[in-house]
């Protein structure tokens, strides 16, 4: 079965920092376009980052610098690293999968949630 | 930045044609893709590069895109389709969504 299982939210303070991992089943990451893409409660969607198939990695302005995309291959899974985290980051998180860079996002986790308060 | 524009909200009658717009400068060069979302749960693609269908999703969901306006419309609309619906398009290395239409079934 294609799926996608986020994992990692939780209840962080600002200025602090937390891993989300994204596990794959079904397809293969690295020959996809995965992003993160973002909800804050009672907003619309945001696209947060992309690692393309081959390796380009692209960041939203709200996000650059602080957040990093990655990927492992032998695991099948995706990471966002997310530092120097602000009350404005709080929302759900998703990960997608595209097959092609203009494709659309086909595939869809169910989200983990991301807290950041004091 | 490139910025796509919804309506905030689209009531429809049971039965009758809910049409969703999707407003972008020259939009009708783009890919489009659209999204259904319903409360707590992930977005679910119902129409991908500007009038296709993914298996799974009825006719009664269709699209089209030309000029500065792309269209999302649900014909013959159920309860089941009351949502909030999302195009989204990618530019520049960056994906966009747009802001969001909510879709009452009356």
Redesign the interface.
Known sequence: EVQLVETGGGLIQPGGSLRLSCAASGFTVSSNYM?W?RQAPGK????VS?IYSGGST?Y??SVKGRFTISRDNSKNTLYLQMNSLRAEDTAVY?CAKAAT??????I????TMVTVSS | ?YELTQPLSVSVALGQTARITCGGNNIGS??V?W?Q?KPGQ????VI??DSNR?SGIPERFSGSNSGNTATLTISRAQAGDEA?Y?C?V?DS????????TKVTVL
Do not use: C, I
């Open positions: 992003s893409v619309g969607l945001e696209w992309v692209y939203a302005d998703y860079v203009m494709g659309a996002f086909d869809w986790g169910q989200g | 930045s783009k890919n893709h999204y979302q992930a977005p679910v693609l991908y590069r993914p909030d999302y989204q990618w290395s960056s994906y966009v969504f747009g802001t969001g």
